[in-house]
């Protein structure tokens, strides 16, 4: 299973972007997939998830900013992100949690992260 991350970039305060995250490899099914984000120098946190049912957390800090969304005949997951701040900076991590067969055994793995860069 890899999970593929593209649309990160710089962009100025207030601005906007987009993140997309692809997952190939052979998955019975799918329970959640989301971002996380790690600051510079900070550890790694929750930024947005959504369950195959369509049930969304989102962190305090991008709630009314971000949304979270999924494209499930792709196994696609989706990140806009608006009004961005500078203290959005940090590499964004997509992550999957699902089963590989028909067991209720989940298994959770990550992307390989996108840098998000905001300038003041």
């Known amino acids: 299973v890899q999970l593929q991350a593209s649309g990160g970039g710089l962009v100025q305060a207030g601005g906007s972007l987009r993140l997309s995250c692809a997952v190939s490899?052979?998955?019975?099914?799918?329970?959640?997939m989301g971002w996380y984000r790690q600051p510079p120098g900070m550890q790694r946190e929750l930024v947005a998830t959504?369950?195959?049912?369509?049930?969304?957390n989102y962190a305090d800090s991008v709630r009314g900013r971000f949304t979270v969304s999924r494209d499930n005949t792709k196994n696609t997951v989706f990140l806009q992100m608006n009004g961005l701040k500078p203290e959005d900076t940090a590499v964004y991590y997509c992550?999957?949690?699902?089963?590989?067969?028909?067991?209720?055994?989940?298994?959770?793995?990550w992307g390989q992260g996108t840098l998000v860069t905001v300038s003041s």
């Open positions: 992550y999957l949690r699902c089963r590989l067969r028909s067991t209720p055994v989940l298994y959770e793995y």
């Open positions: 490899g052979s998955i019975f099914s799918i329970n959640t």
């Open positions: 959504i369950t195959s049912s369509g049930s969304t």
